[in-house]
Each structure stands twice: as C-alpha cells, then as structure tokens.
Nanobody, 120 residues
Framework: QVQLVESGGGLVQAGGSLRLSCAAS????????MGWHRQTPGKQRELVAR???????NYANSVKGRFTITFDNAANTVYLQMNSLKPEDTAVYYC??????????????WGQGTQVTVSS
C-alpha cells in the first residue's frame, strides 16, 4: 500500500508563487520517479514536471523557467516551486509516483489533487 499526500495549493495573484509538496509513504522500497500533472475542466491531464530517479528532470514547455521540481530522497517527497504564476496555470495539480514496493511490485499512483488558482 502506497499513499500520496499533497499540500500547498491555494489562491495567488498573477506573478506570485506557490510551493506544492507531495509525500509518498507506505510499502516503498524505492521511488523510481515522482512528478506533477495538472488538469482543468474538459481537458486531459497534462504533465507539468517529472523527477526521475536517474536521468534528467523534464518540464512542460509552458512552465520552463518558472517552475522547479525537486525531490527529497530521505523523505520520499517531491516539491514543485511555482514562480511567476499566470492565470493559465490555474488547475488541479496531481502528484504522481512510480514506485517499487517492498513486495517487488511496480506501483504507479496519484494523489488526491490540490487546487491552484491564479487570479489576474
């Protein structure tokens, strides 16, 4: 069993900043990757940023230079620092984790989502 708990969403004015966090816990042997996606009504969920255990982080073009994803390996927690926020960043943000469990199963799951609203 793996749990993902998100925090840090809220309402901010355009140009402001927010920091999201997502902690993974439970039967985790190794986190292979964690990341953030977002979704607005009527649209598909899209990748925002992803932090793989090995390899380069990747970002959606729309957030490059404004958002930074980091990972605390000791705490199995991923952070998304969002700066220079724009109204078009308004969405529900979902944490995603790709994990190897203690039973040596691959698990891929989602957090409950956190609302980010950017006012103009």
């Amino acid at each position: 069993q793996v749990q993902l708990v998100e925090s840090g969403g809220g309402l901010v004015q355009a140009g402001g900043s927010l920091r999201l966090s997502c902690a993974a816990s439970g039967s985790i042997l190794r986190v292979n990757a964690m990341g953030w996606h977002r979704q607005t009504p009527g649209k598909q969920r899209e990748l925002v940023a992803r932090f793989p255990r090995s390899g380069n982080t990747n970002y959606a073009n729309s957030v490059k230079g404004r958002f930074t994803i980091t990972f605390d390996n000791a705490a199995n927690t991923v952070y998304l620092q969002m700066n220079s926020l724009k109204p078009e960043d308004t969405a529900v943000y979902y944490c995603n984790a790709d994990v190897l469990t203690t039973r040596l199963n691959n698990y891929n799951g989602w957090g409950q989502g956190t609302q980010v609203t950017v006012s103009s």
